[in-house]
């Protein structure tokens, strides 16, 4: 029989959804790829960028290069209790957060307040909808944390019971064993053929010999 190794809380809760799988493989390529055509670019503009737009070329880059970090680490890693979920949901907020306020900038400099409204509605909704996310994979990952504490309690309650019966088991047999014909039929049971073939022997000639006895007083 195939002895399976003993599974702890941690890899009965450790693992990543297949959609999941797939949705982490499409952020991760959206944002190498996003990364690498602003890189591109930047690089091949015949001539030098404004300050702001390089400064903002910068950032867009370092967000796609850290949505791609994080969707490979999460893919390999495979991080427990739903803390990737909760990386992931902050950093978007954030992001979400400094966006709304560039932008916001932008637009008030250039469009004036038709400009600014419409920018800070897109911006407001990007930082509910992370906010909301944030919210939503922190109890996810609370969940998580009960059921490892479930499975923890679980785990020790069956080492205390297993424990409570092999020590039980030694002074059961050092108890002294009744004496009678039933206990020893009934000990007989549990022995090898030889055994038993020995104590029938024994028990027939001890009766022999108890009736001789009696034949002899009488």
């Given at each position: 029989?195939t ?8 890899h ?38 404004p300050?702001?737009t ?6 867009m ?51 004036g ?92 000639l001890t ?12």
């Amino acid at each position: 029989m195939t002895e399976h190794p003993q599974l702890t809380p941690d890899h009965i809760l450790r693992g990543v959804s297949l959609s999941r799988r797939v949705g982490l493989t499409v952020a991760g390529l959206g944002g190498l790829l996003g990364a690498g055509l602003l890189g591109l670019l930047w690089a091949t503009e015949p001539t030098p960028l404004p300050g702001r737009t390089q400064a903002a070329f910068a950032a867009m880059i370092v967000v796609g290069l850290t949505w791609a970090g994080l969707a490979a680490w999460t893919l390999v890693r495979r991080p427990l209790f739903a803390i990737d979920r909760v990386v992931t949901a902050s950093l978007a907020l954030i992001f979400s957060l400094l966006s709304t306020v560039w932008m916001a900038r932008l637009a008030w400099n250039r469009s004036g307040v038709v400009g600014l409204l419409t920018v800070a509605g897109v911006g407001l909704t990007l930082t509910l909808v992370s906010a909301t996310l944030l919210r939503r994979a922190r109890a996810y990952r609370a969940t998580l944390l009960q059921r490892r504490r479930r499975l923890e309690q679980d785990t020790e309650h069956d080492t205390e019971h297993d424990t409570e019966q092999d020590t039980a088991t030694p002074q059961a047999g050092r108890m002294p064993l009744p004496i009678g014909p039933l206990a020893l039929a009934l000990r007989l049971r549990r022995t090898g053929p030889a055994t038993r073939t020995v104590a029938v022997l024994a028990l027939v000639l001890t009766a022999a010999f108890l009736a001789g006895l009696v034949l002899l007083v009488r």
